[in-house]
């Protein structure tokens, strides 16, 4: 009894809470939504926009400011997409990987360095679009969408051959790889972004000051990589459909 | 903590409508900066190399324009050095030819004049001897 009153006091401490599970609920109809998932993606969305606006509104042959800012974002997922499809495959799929990549990212650090908490909802509370599963299996499906319409366009019906490709007996296996990718996609994002924002939150409920930074840093770092690994993934799923030479597990990280 | 809604349809479709809003306002100009970038730094750099190579060129020609003329001004000098012995040669032997004719002329105007003066001598040697017969014998003969 003497450890939970002391508990007590800590939670009665006003600088930090802990909210999981509770949604800011919209209502449309009889549909629910999660308002503060929606708040922020809409924050992040208009930072990429703006930016991109700025970066693309008066083009120089000799990039300056946002402009460079941008290119190099640009070249960065231009890498990726073109590490993972090939020189010759990679436009058309560079949009999609790039804005993965750059939603994932920019999601993923808002949480880290925008101070959300201290905007109070009615329930629940601001945090990166990305701790939310609604938001990560939305980007998961999606990757999964990609990939069978990379397969059927490049190559039809043919596309199933991958499924028996090196021999039939694999098959069940090869169906359950089409379910395990977005199941590890969309997981390995969101309990990624979502411990690292309980790990801060109860270190800065416990200690408020200095030391929960080492955990932030390493937040950021940990941000970075998900958001590197999903568009990194996505495109290896892509390339995979397209190439159609089965079992090439990329790895999972 | 897991559980889905409309939050999952309309997130897919929010993020599509980024992709298109991002391929519009972001990767197809900046991607096109970049390709347009990339083939006028190729173009500058072909051409650079051309201007390089016809510099090269140039200078190529200069240097063989160079030695030849200077083999030329070589030959030149060679020709004027020649000729100007040779010259020099025809002069000198002119000059020798002239004094060896002046001294042969005098030499023979001195025979001229020894032989002339010994001709009025011996005309003298008559007179004078026969004086000096008749000084030595004109008394005993006369």
Redesign the interface.
């Known amino acids: 009894m003497q450890m939970l009153s002391f508990l007590d006091t800590f939670t009665a401490f006003p600088l930090a809470e802990l909210e999981?599970?509770k949604?800011f609920y919209w209502e449309?109809g009889n549909?629910?939504?999660?308002g503060q998932?929606?708040i922020t993606?809409w924050i992040v969305?208009t930072i990429?926009?703006v930016a991109?606006?700025l970066?693309?509104r008066n083009?120089q042959?000799v990039?300056q400011g946002i402009?460079n800012v941008?290119?190099y974002a640009?070249?960065f997922v231009?890498d990726i997409a073109k590490n993972q499809l090939g020189e010759k495959e990679y436009r058309p799929w560079?949009?999609?990987i790039?804005?993965l990549f750059?939603?994932i990212f920019v999601s993923n650090w808002s949480g880290a360095l925008i101070p959300w908490r201290l905007i109070h909802l009615p329930e629940g509370e601001l945090a990166a679009?990305t701790s939310?599963?609604?938001?990560t299996?939305?980007?998961a499906?999606?990757t999964s969408l990609a990939y069978f319409y990379a397969g059927f366009s490049k190559r039809g019906l043919g596309y199933f051959s991958k499924y028996v490709e090196p021999t039939p007996i694999l098959l069940p296996i090869a169906i359950l790889e089409d379910f395990t990718k977005p199941l590890s996609l969309s997981f390995r994002l969101f309990g990624n972004i979502?411990a690292d924002e309980l790990v801060v939150a109860v270190l800065v409920l416990l200690v408020p000051l200095f030391v929960p930074i080492p955990v932030m840093l390493l937040g950021l770092f940990t941000s970075a990589i998900q958001a590197l690994v999903f568009s990194t993934l996505a495109g290896a799923y892509i390339h995979e459909a397209l190439e159609g030479h089965g079992g090439d597990d990329h790895g999972e990280h | 903590m897991f559980d889905f809604d409309a939050t999952l349809p309309l997130m897919a479709i929010q993020f599509l409508l980024l992709m298109v809003l991002l391929n519009a306002l972001f990767f197809k100009p900046l991607m096109k900066a970049l390709d347009d970038r990339d083939s006028y730094i190729r173009s500058n750099q072909a051409d650079a190399q051309e201007r390089l190579a016809n510099a090269e060129r140039l200078a190529k020609q200069y240097e063989d324009e160079l030695a030849a003329s200077r083999r030329e001004a070589q030959a030149i000098v060679a020709n004027a050095q020649n000729e100007a012995q040779q010259i020099a040669a025809q002069r000198l032997a002119a000059a020798q030819q002239e004094a060896q004719a002046q001294r042969e002329q005098a030499q023979r105007e001195l025979d001229q004049q020894k032989a002339e003066a010994m001709q009025s001598l011996e005309q003298q040697v008559e007179t004078l001897s026969r004086q000096i017969l008749d000084k030595v014998l004109g008394s005993s003969v006369g």
């Open positions: 999981v599970g949604h449309i549909l629910k939504l999660h998932v929606f993606s969305i990429l926009l991109s606006i970066a693309t083009i042959r990039p402009q941008m290119e640009l070249e231009r560079l949009p999609f790039g804005t750059l939603f679009p939310d599963i609604n938001t299996v939305a980007l499906l999606l979502l």
